[in-house]
């Protein structure tokens, strides 16, 4: 799913339109309008972070589509541990946890 694609749904979701957005987010309408025209721009880091304010949600619950009030303690837990962990060193998180997940679906 495209930044754009989880922008529309979240914005299907609470009946908002484009305007509304961008109001909300404090950028110029063209500024929401230019990531859904022809431009196809991209948001940028820091307007997926006001997104995000705008919306209530957390930049985890926007990149996820899991609503953290409903993780528990232990998905809490991995995720602020998974934060820590220097980026050149995801793919080995992430190639553990895809293995650790295959090898519970062949038991």
Sequence with gaps: MTVQERIEELLKKNNWTKY????????????????????HYTPD?????????????????FYSRVDESELTSEQTALLELFAKVPESKRKVVFDLLRNLSDENKTK
């Design 20 to 39: 509304k957005l961008a109001k909300e987010a404090g950028f110029y309408p063209t500024t929401v309008y230019d990531w859904f025209n022809e431009k």
């Design 45 to 61: 880091r820091a307007s997926i972070e006001s997104v995000c304010l705008a919306f209530g949600i957390s930049q985890a619950e």
